[in-house]
């Protein structure tokens, strides 16, 4: 009951800081700057259109895919670029046939996470699943399952922002890999695009005063965000977390978060399992902004910039984390009784389909298997 009293209160606070950063919120004064933005907010896409993009992988493009070894970033560099590589757009608007469609839900992830655990993480959500590690294991064993289940629980148009698909790739990275990374499966270096599309970076010109790129996709995912929350209430931000907690790692991933909550969108957290939070967590407790990483140096710089006390920020993301975001978590995993009940009736359906494989799985998360603590689990489900 007071833990139940005390996600009450924070719900409560975060309903007052949206409603005050809502009142406060104006378009920004920079005219191409804001229509930008507001381009941004309109690629959306379905749940749907994501299974359907999934499904294709391995099949009809990107012949390597595997989904227990694929990257995020080996998707993009494998199939998003060179599906949109003729039209030189975002794949979110070739998904949803250009129609402008705005988002439900801001997901929040790292490149670096196997591409089959990102869609999990969106699955879970959803779904109202608090872990995502069994949905993993239906994408690669029993994509029909999982497709059934979105249909029987009538979520598939519900919708999405992620910038692997929302985020036009011809005018950013496909053109280049500074870093040399390698696909996961092939280990070779990641192809380039030679489309002849003008990329956008930060500093590329006409810049504002600050030094921001106008025309830059991906030096506005905060200010969308923002945007989108003041125009929509129920907006919300799903945090995607990879099995490492490697998310946390990531600049533009904790300062997301970070404005998510100061200006009171509604947060929810996909952990891969329980398990991986408790080997985690207690590295949680020391992050600092300071530490983090991103893919182009400069936007650490950039990220920096903006937070004119670091130490204030730390506290305030451990404040978030530990106050706010991991005790909802623990409410969605052990409330609402009747919920529970018939996830763990439908997983053991599933159980009883696929016997001892899907457990056998879980000795390699590379399997795209469920750990340990969940195969404990199911030998108490019988016993519900």
């Given at each position: 009951?007071?833990?139940?009293?005390?996600?009450?209160?924070?719900?409560k606070?975060?309903?007052?800081?949206?409603?005050e950063a809502s009142?406060?919120w104006?378009?920004?004064?920079?005219?191409?700057?804001?229509a930008k933005?507001?381009?941004?907010?309109?690629?959306?896409?379905?749940?749907e259109?994501?299974?359907?993009?999934?499904?294709g992988?391995?099949?009809e493009?990107?012949?390597?895919?595997?989904?227990?070894?694929?990257?995020?970033?080996?998707?993009?560099?494998?199939?998003?670029?060179?599906?949109?590589r003729?039209s030189?757009?975002?794949y979110?608007?070739m998904?949803?046939?250009?129609?402008?469609?705005?988002?439900?839900t801001m997901?929040?992830?790292?490149?670096?996470?196997?591409?089959?655990?990102?869609v999990?993480?969106i699955?879970?959500?959803?779904?109202?699943?608090a872990?995502?590690?069994?949905?993993?294991?239906?994408?690669?064993?029993?994509?029909?399952?999982?497709?059934?289940?979105?249909?029987?629980?009538?979520?598939?148009?519900?919708?999405?922002?992620?910038?692997?698909?929302s985020i036009?790739?011809?005018?950013?990275i496909?053109?280049?890999?500074?870093?040399?990374?390698v696909?996961?499966v092939?280990?070779?270096?990641?192809?380039?695009?030679?489309?002849?599309?003008?990329?956008?970076?930060?500093?590329?010109?006409?810049?504002?005063?600050?030094?921001?790129?106008?025309?830059?996709?991906?030096?506005k995912?905060?200010d969308?965000?923002?945007?989108?929350?003041?125009?929509?209430?129920?907006?919300?931000?799903?945090v995607?977390?990879?099995?490492?907690?490697a998310?946390?790692?990531?600049?533009?991933?904790?300062?997301?978060i970070?404005?998510?909550?100061?200006?009171?969108?509604?947060?929810q957290?996909?952990?891969f399992?329980?398990?991986?939070?408790h080997?985690?967590?207690?590295?949680?407790?020391?992050l600092r902004?300071?530490?983090?990483?991103?893919?182009?140096?400069?936007?650490v710089?950039?990220?920096?910039?903006?937070?004119?006390?670091?130490?204030?920020?730390?506290?305030?993301?451990r404040?978030?984390?530990?106050?706010?975001?991991l005790p909802?978590?623990?409410?969605l995993n052990?409330?609402?009784q009747?919920?529970?009940?018939?996830?763990?009736?439908?997983?053991?359906?599933?159980?009883?389909?696929?016997g001892?494989?899907?457990?056998?799985?879980s000795?390699?998360?590379?399997?795209?298997?469920?750990?340990?603590?969940?195969?404990?689990?199911?030998?108490?489900?019988?016993?519900v």
């Amino acid at each position: 009951c007071a833990k139940k009293k005390n996600i009450e209160v924070l719900e409560k606070m975060r309903q007052q800081r949206w409603e005050e950063a809502s009142a406060q919120w104006k378009a920004h004064e920079h005219a191409e700057w804001h229509a930008k933005i507001v381009e941004l907010a309109g690629r959306g896409f379905t749940l749907e259109a994501l299974l359907r993009f999934y499904q294709g992988l391995g099949n009809e493009y990107m012949q390597h895919f595997q989904a227990p070894v694929s990257m995020t970033e080996d998707v993009v560099r494998g199939a998003i670029i060179p599906l949109t590589r003729d039209s030189q757009e975002a794949y979110a608007s070739m998904m949803m046939n250009r129609s402008y469609v705005r988002p439900e839900t801001m997901v929040t992830h790292n490149w670096a996470n196997h591409f089959g655990n990102l869609v999990a993480a969106i699955l879970a959500d959803a779904l109202g699943e608090a872990e995502y590690a069994r949905i993993a294991y239906l994408l690669w064993h029993d994509f029909d399952c999982l497709c059934d289940w979105v249909n029987a629980a009538g979520v598939g148009l519900r919708t999405y922002w992620v910038c692997a698909f929302s985020i036009n790739q011809h005018q950013g990275i496909c053109g280049s890999n500074p870093n040399r990374t390698v696909d996961a499966v092939t280990l070779e270096v990641h192809a380039t695009c030679g489309c002849n599309r003008a990329k956008a970076f930060n500093s590329t010109p006409p810049i504002l005063q600050d030094g921001r790129g106008i025309q830059c996709e991906m030096n506005k995912f905060h200010d969308m965000m923002l945007y989108l929350s003041a125009t929509d209430k129920s907006f919300r931000q799903v945090v995607a977390i990879d099995e490492e907690f490697a998310v946390f790692t990531r600049a533009w991933c904790v300062a997301e978060i970070a404005a998510a909550s100061t200006h009171g969108l509604e947060q929810q957290l996909k952990i891969f399992s329980e398990e991986s939070l408790h080997n985690h967590q207690k590295g949680l407790r020391s992050l600092r902004i300071q530490n983090m990483e991103a893919s182009r140096p400069e936007d650490v710089v950039e990220i920096l910039r903006t937070i004119p006390d670091p130490d204030a920020f730390n506290r305030q993301l451990r404040y978030i984390l530990f106050q706010q975001l991991l005790p909802s978590w623990g409410e969605l995993n052990t409330t609402d009784q009747m919920k529970r009940i018939t996830s763990i009736v439908f997983w053991q359906s599933v159980a009883d389909r696929h016997g001892a494989a899907m457990w056998i799985a879980s000795n390699s998360s590379e399997a795209a298997g469920i750990p340990r603590l969940m195969r404990q689990r199911h030998e108490s489900f019988h016993f519900v």
